[in-house]
């Protein structure tokens, strides 16, 4: 009896944005046990649940491994890859050449951004269908974050990063990364780097309506009104900025006085003690936080999806507050001077570079916010290139009434819209009435189980991985890169195959043209050597298409795309440079980067865009409008970050699922006495978009007047109470904090 060969291996971990090193011990084609990589120069040996399971995760026997296609009964049953990529020809041909590309719709979820093919091959199957109908997951939460950070430096990527290991004072809004494990920022072990905080004497204040684990360990802990933090950081600004003359540090030669002016206009109402009632902070602590800040020898202000997705409820009317909360957190950096300084708030220099390290240093073509088209139905307007996904369902199911046009067909990939994005009721409804739906996905999904035609990608550790959307978060530069830990197994297909072919079809369908994933692979291996020989800033400019590409070679897929990039970056590494380093290559600390780091037309910090001064101006009517009393039964929904669990990744894996990973409705013991219920209880919960059936648990935890319910469970949905009704009209998000509903 043969004995099956013991190894180990390296691999970063997929699973969320910390981006661990994981070490693997494998026993033949299993993994046998996953532990944190003490050697990684990232995360230095930490690991969380997620991160464990990952074995569990490659190993899944839930995962589909072989394509399903309905038949003409309508059962979703195997078939070939053969068979399955010409019924999508068919069947999403139909649909172009009969409706046009814009009746087919595109739903990106956010596995795509852990993945290389993701970041390489998706654009090019985006390209080749042809349509302009592109929602994805960054328009449920984030994209209020990458507005306002594109509005003032001129990318969407260019975030200004908390320099968590050398902070003093780190204040967090809406947020839990002790839990969710940083989220627009990439911060691997990021416990162990706020104890090194409190260690070197630093502090830590968190302001949240509900009593996380991150604000159990922090120094303070503020109660917010949920919705309200946009209203609360004006406060803190028109303490720093109209009644300080502030010193903007590294910033000042590249800030507009005009710009200042108009800054002082806006923050003019918002005093501590005009915002004090309806943000239920008391206008003295304001102010203190405000002198902490300005006192302090470094500090970093972060928010994540407590502020990107707020708003505020004004007799009946909900005023969205995301971008507008998103742009003062910057505001506030600047005005501490922590702007572009050590221990402030950095841009990372992502060694594959990205779209803060491309083009001209200093000045860029910047971005149109909101963008220039629009929604059909309601003429939301699009935000950085794709559509609020919160308009997704009414596209699909309201046909023009001269036209008749309307959304007939999806594709989505890596994404399960039916449980993560808003109004879920009405969205599978519309789903339902589809022409057609193709599913990229290993997992029987919600949504996939509407599918005409799924198409599984093979585990994560088939493929290599390389942080290229992560590294312009990441508090430190690095450069790490793992090899597949097995080959693809006979039967399944890599992903970037997958969506090459797709992008083949598609090509097909509009061109008549044939093209093979293999050609497309050339295609676009040679698109982007192109723009790196053009690039004056790349590392190849000078050079010819063929002579990159004869550089890279034998290379293929998305390891020689990352091989160019790597070439053409800042640092001029190249892909066996990070091989050669197992453990990953340090790069370093953040270091400044003002002004090349700008991309905006003016060359300038746009301190004070109108749009978002004007969005502001709208909410002085909260000053004087703040209810005495709610209606009976009446809370504010805000959400929960489970650690366990990815958005609505992982539920089904073992070792991930009871403890703390239960989809339960936390409240106050004293709002659970009003409504006469006990823990454990079936309570309903209702808004003006559905009604959601969910167990009650009794918290100290939660703010009195609120119920907390997390995000991705398809049985206990919480989607199917979030209205669309409220969007936020420049990050496209819609409101999911601060959301009144009723409870019984």
């Known amino acids: 009896m043969s004995v099956e060969a013991e190894r180990t291996a390296l691999r970063i971990c997929p699973l969320c944005e910390a981006n661990c090193g994981l070490e693997l011990q494998i026993t033949g084609s299993t993994v046998t046990s996953v532990r944190g990589d003490k050697a990684d120069v990232f995360s230095h040996g930490f690991i969380c649940p997620k991160g464990v399971s990952l074995g569990d995760v490659a190993a899944d026997p839930t995962r589909v491994q072989t394509p399903l296609v309905r038949n003409a009964a309508g059962e979703l049953v195997p078939a070939t890859w053969e068979h399955a990529f010409e019924v999508v020809r068919e069947r999403l ?337 519309a789903f339902e009435s589809l022409d057609f739906l193709l599913s990229v996905d290993p997992y029987l999904t919600e949504t996939n189980a509407m599918a005409d035609v799924i198409l599984p990608v093979s585990s994560p550790l088939t493929r290599p991985h390389f942080d290229v959307v992560f590294n312009n978060l990441a508090i430190r530069n690095q450069a790490r890169y793992s090899p597949a830990v097995f080959p693809v197994p006979t039967g399944e297909m890599d992903e970037a195959d997958v969506l090459l072919t797709l992008a083949g079809i598609a090509i097909e369908i509009n061109t008549g043209k044939k093209i093979t994933a293999q050609n497309m692979d050339d295609v676009l291996a040679a698109a982007v050597a192109q723009q790196a020989v053009k690039d004056p800033s790349s590392g190849l400019h000078g050079s010819t298409v063929a002579q990159v590409l004869e550089s890279v070679a034998p290379r293929l897929g998305v390891d020689r795309i990352l091989d160019i990039r790597l070439r053409s970056g800042p640092y001029g590494l190249t892909l066996q440079d990070v091989i050669d380093a197992p453990h990953g290559i340090d790069l370093g600390a953040l270091t400044p980067r003002l002004p090349e780091v700008l991309r905006t037309p003016s060359g300038q910090i746009e301190l004070a865009p109108q749009i978002l001064v004007s969005a502001l101006g709208a909410a002085t009517a909260a000053l004087s409008s703040v209810p005495n009393t709610t209606p009976t039964g009446q809370y504010l929904l805000i959400g929960r970050r489970q650690l366990r669990s990815n958005n609505s990744w992982m539920k089904d894996i073992d070792n991930l699922q009871g403890g703390s990973n239960l989809p339960t409705a936390q409240m106050h013991p004293l709002d659970v006495a009003v409504l006469g219920r006990n823990s454990g209880d079936m309570i309903s919960v209702s808004s003006s978009a559905g009604e959601l059936s969910i167990e009650l648990a009794v918290s100290d935890t939660v703010s009195r007047g609120c119920i907390c319910i997390p995000h991705g469970w398809s049985d206990f949905n919480v989607n199917v109470l979030i209205s669309v009704d409220h969007v936020d009209p420049l990050g496209g998000t819609a409101v999911l904090s601060g959301l009144p509903v009723m409870v019984s």
Request: hydrophobic share 45%.
């Open 93 to 429: 041909g139909t649909v172009i050449r009969n409706h046009g590309a814009e009746s087919v719709g595109m739903f990106l979820g956010n596995p795509n951004v852990h993945s290389l093919s993701g970041a390489f091959m998706l654009p090019a199957l985006i390209k080749a269908i042809g349509t302009s109908q592109r929602y994805s997951a960054s328009t449920v939460d984030q994209m209020p974050k990458q507005a306002a950070s594109a509005m003032m430096y001129g990318t969407a990527l260019s975030v200004a990063l908390a320099d968590l290991d050398r902070t003093d004072y780190f204040l967090v809004l809406g947020a839990n990364p002790l839990v969710s494990n940083g989220s627009m920022l990439t911060a691997a072990d990021f416990p162990g780097r706020l104890r090194s905080l409190r260690k070197r004497g630093g502090r830590m204040v968190v302001v949240d309506p509900i009593r996380t684990r991150t604000a159990d360990f922090a120094d303070e802990h503020l109660e917010i009104r949920p919705g309200s933090d946009a209203l609360w950081l004006a406060g803190i600004a028109h303490v720093l900025v109209v009644e300080a003359n502030p010193d903007f540090g590294a910033a000042t030669d590249w800030i507009d006085p005009n710009a200042v002016a108009s800054l002082v206009s806006a923050l003019a109402a918002f005093t501590p003690e005009a915002v004090a009632e309806v943000t239920g902070i008391d206008a003295g602590v304001t102010r203190r936080i405000a002198a902490e800040l300005m006192a302090a020898p470094s500090a970093a202000v972060y928010g994540r999806m407590g502020t990107t997705t707020s708003g505020l409820s004004l007799d009946g009317v909900m005023l969205p507050m995301g971008t507008v909360a998103s742009w003062l957190i910057d505001v506030i950096n600047i005005a501490i001077g922590s702007l572009d300084k050590p221990g402030g708030v950095m841009f990372a220099l992502p060694a594959a570079g990205g779209p803060s390290t491309e083009g001209t240093p200093g000045v860029g073509h910047g971005v149109s916010i909101p963008g220039r088209r629009r929604t059909r139905v309601r003429g939301l307007p699009s935000v950085l290139g794709e559509y609020p996904t919160a308009a997704l369902a009414e596209e699909i199911d309201t046909p023009d009434p001269i036209s008749g046009d309307h959304i007939r067909a999806m594709c989505v990939v890596g994404g399960n819209p039916l449980i993560s994005t808003p109004n879920s009721g009405r969205l599978r409804t």
